[in-house]
């Protein structure tokens, strides 16, 4: 039952908190964006209280939740800080990230939005098949 619930849940909460986001800051949800605000803007406290309850609420799930899928290996810090770069290099590049074009770019029917989405679906597709 959790198998199905879970994601059903997830998808609900991700859909309500971008519609809300939407209607109350004006603003379409990215986590890059909302991040670079909290980096780079003067108006820092949203963004922060974004940023915090993302964090907060992975952490809080993960400890009160039985996890069903191993905690992946350790791996080299130099490699993940190239991945970080690389992905927000990605990230300005497509002039957003997954969050922002996947739920609320393709959620308005964006063209943008669902040709960076199929991009990024195809990339992580083909990235997996050949490492693995």
Do not use: W
């Not at 991040?35 to 803007?41: A, D, I, R, T, V």
């Not at 669902?114 to 990235?127: D, E, S, Y």
């Amino acid at each position: 039952m959790d198998t199905i619930f879970n994601p059903i849940v997830g998808g609900l909460l991700i859909g309500a908190t971008a519609t809300i986001y939407l209607l109350t800051i004006g603003k379409v949800i990215g986590i890059s964006g909302i991040l670079s605000q909290l980096l780079f803007n003067k108006e820092r406290f949203l963004p922060f209280l974004f940023i915090a309850g993302l964090i907060i609420g992975g952490s809080a799930y993960g400890i009160l939740t039985e996890q069903t899928v191993a905690f992946p290996e350790n791996r080299s810090p130099l490699l993940l800080i190239i991945s970080g770069l690389l992905v927000g290099y990605g990230t300005r590049l497509g002039g957003g990230c997954t969050s922002g074009h996947g739920v609320c770019g393709i959620s308005r029917l964006s063209p943008r939005s669902i040709t960076a989405t199929l991009v990024f679906m195809l990339t992580a597709i083909i990235t997996v098949s050949v490492l693995h």
